[in-house]
């Protein structure tokens, strides 16, 4: 079901988004190696097609870039914190 939102003149703008949540699917407990846990690799349940939520542009706060990865053979997609943000290639 859609999300109403009411129209107010504060609300120029806004986002449309299909919110995932994540999963329960453990990716890795320990990197072999280096004996850490693998932390900045998230699994994420795929949106639903038909559920979107409309958020103010205000309201949207970039606290990282990650990469999304979602191979054809699961039912799982991943997000990834970007791994470097100083060196540009």
């Given amino acids: 079901m859609a999300k109403l939102v009411e129209e ?7 986002a449309v ?3 995932m949540s994540m999963s329960s699917e453990v990716l890795c407990k320990s990197h072999e190696v280096m ?3 693998v932390n900045h690799i998230v699994p994420l349940h795929q949106p639903k097609k038909n559920r979107f939520d409309i958020i103010p542009l205000e309201d949207i706060i970039l ?20 791994p470097n ?3 540009k290639d």
């Fill in 35 to 37: 004996g850490n846990v």
């Fill in 17 to 19: 988004i299909a919110s």
């Fill in 63 to 82: 606290i990282d870039v990650c990469l999304y990865i979602k191979f054809s053979d699961s039912e799982v997609g991943y997000a990834a914190h970007f």
């Fill in 8 to 14: 107010t003149s504060k609300m120029t703008c806004g």
């Fill in 85 to 87: 943000h100083l060196e």
